[in-house]
């Protein structure tokens, strides 16, 4: 295998790195022919240039998606799995490549990246499989001469907007089921990572997928206006997102010109809870995998961590040891555990919450500061204790590698704690006391609960949240519903 150096990155297939935008089956330049830099977050040095679309094109790749939908939306359930099951092998066979274009562009291990293609094309996979079982019902009339039946139709172009942390996983848990549903799709991918999302759709260009079907508007410079065209166009139907609270209250304004449909995933700000009955070790583990997933840079991650100060040493001793080894580096290398942040303005955030809490009488364990001598965007993966509960970082989400240490004294205390946030996306806790499994879990006020695991996400569940954590649920039985209307038939006249 060959790895990516600071400024290029060498692929087995070189086709699948791709610069430019998507339109009607065409790899097409910005009409100006402005492009912006993708940087590697582990070197800071330029990986390339992507071309830089502004609204004029985003207009077009709507039309375009809009005369697509005539005949994809037409396509049987069936044809449309046989595509996706294609699309899936297609990310298998190039997991390699595809794993060095997230590593390259979001900094994260080349093992967690290869972890993250996989988990992508279980969306594909299981998309596809919901293709064919998108069914309808009859209800039964209470007039002799007429029957209800209800069926379930694509709704149309979808805006999909994703995020830079998951810039593969995320193309897979919204594309594929707006694909399996029969809708076609403008893709806005984030400035930070776009190479992932423009390889996958040469994938599905491969495939098999309809020229118009899947479109991409690459943008930086523009980000604001062509944002705003794809929530407001009246073609657009649906908008789904991913990223902060702010920007999803932003969008959901934008979308209400049209009452669109829209799911969000927000932000989010778990709690992860040990309680004095928990397996220690286990819930070591735990924190580790939820924590520091991405070096902290997921939505689901541990943002604010109670421990019953029972085991509340013990607890802070061992995660501190094992934080303790971690190696951080380019995540090429084989022995790095840990990436890079993403940017400058992540690596100040992390530092503010961190002097902050110290400023609150918190005490750092470990790391606590910017890694020295690092080209990269990196931060000492860090473990501080004695952490006000009332500090910036229990009320924000730090999205960095800071496990925060909090004591708590009973099960009433760290329920009101937990819940004392506008957000509500995942939570988390450790217990082998079954009564309280269920009150705690019931309790949280949270879309998403691991109980005695740190680690939720699947295809197959309802992945999202409440409170200002967003609207709607993405995977699962019912993920595609999201993608589709339901329409209701009366037959009169028997």
């Known amino acids: 295998m060959t790895y990516a150096t600071a400024a290029k990155i060498n692929l087995k297939d070189a086709g699948l790195l791709k610069s430019q935008g998507f339109i009607g089956g065409q790899w097409i330049d910005a009409k100006d022919k402005a492009t912006f830099p993708v940087l ?5 040095e330029e990986i390339g240039a992507v071309s830089d679309m502004g609204l004029e094109q985003a207009k077009e790749a709507i039309d375009v998606a809009g005369e697509a939908f005539k005949s994809w939306s ?5 044809h449309r799995h046989d595509i996706l099951m294609k699309f899936h092998k297609l990310i298998l066979d190039n997991a390699d490549d595809l794993a060095m ?5 979001n900094g994260k291990t080349f093992a967690e990246a290869k972890g993250e293609n996989a988990y992508s094309a279980s969306f594909v996979e299981w998309f596809a499989e919901e293709a064919v079982r998108t069914y309808g019902e009859v209800i039964p ?3 002799m001469s007429l029957r209800n039946v209800v069926v379930k139709q694509p709704v149309g172009v ?3 907007l994703t995020p830079w942390n998951f810039p593969s996983a995320m193309i897979g848990r919204k594309l594929a089921p707006a694909l399996a549903a029969g809708c076609t799709a403008v893709i806005k991918p984030p400035a930070e990572t776009p190479y992932s999302t423009l390889a996958l759709v040469e994938l599905a260009k491969r495939a098999g997928i309809p020229d118009g079907v899947i479109n991409v508007v690459p943008t930086h410079v523009h980000l604001q206006e062509v944002g705003r065209e794809l929530c407001e166009s009246k073609i657009v139907k649906k908008i789904s997102f991913t990223g902060s609270t702010p920007v999803a209250k932003l969008l959901m304004k934008q979308a ?6 829209v799911s969000f995933e927000a932000g989010g700000n778990a709690p ?3 309680f004095d009955d928990a397996d220690v070790e286990a819930a070591v583990d735990g924190a580790i995998a939820s924590k520091f997933r991405g070096s902290g840079q997921t939505c689901v991650c541990a943002n604010r961590i109670y421990v019953h100060s029972s085991v509340y040493a013990d607890f802070a001793s061992r995660l501190a040891q094992k934080v303790d080894g971690f190696k951080i580096g380019n995540g090429m290398d084989k022995e790095t555990t840990h990436g890079p942040l993403i940017h400058e303005r992540a690596i100040e955030k992390v530092q503010r919450h961190v002097d902050d809490a110290v400023s609150k009488g918190a005490s750092i364990l470990v790391g606590g500061k910017r890694a020295e001598g690092m080209p990269g965007f990196f931060y000492e993966p860090t473990v501080l204790c004695d952490v006000d509960p009332h500090a910036e970082i229990t009320d924000e989400e730090t999205f960095g590698p800071v496990a925060a240490l909090i004591k708590f004294e009973t099960e009433e205390e760290v329920i009101r704690l937990a819940n004392d946030t ?3 996306l995942a939570g988390y806790f450790y217990s082998r006391d079954i009564g309280r499994v269920w009150r705690v879990a019931e309790a949280l006020q949270v879309g998403m609960v691991g109980a005695n695991t740190g680690l939720i996400s699947q295809a197959v569940i309802p992945f999202g949240g409440i409170k200002e954590s967003g609207l709607g649920r993405e995977g699962g039985p019912h993920g595609i519903d999201e993608y589709m209307n339901t329409k209701f038939i009366a037959f009169g006249g028997l």
């Open 256 to 261: 209400a010109s049209t009452l669109k449909k």
């Open 272 to 274: 992860f809870i040990i």
């Open 422 to 424: 506008d957000v509500g």
């Open 74 to 78: 037409k396509t049987t359930g069936r």
């Open 101 to 105: 274009i997230i590593t390259a562009e």
């Open 158 to 160: 979808v805006s999909l």
């Open 141 to 143: 009339s209470a007039t």
């Open 40 to 44: 590697n977050p582990a070197t800071k």
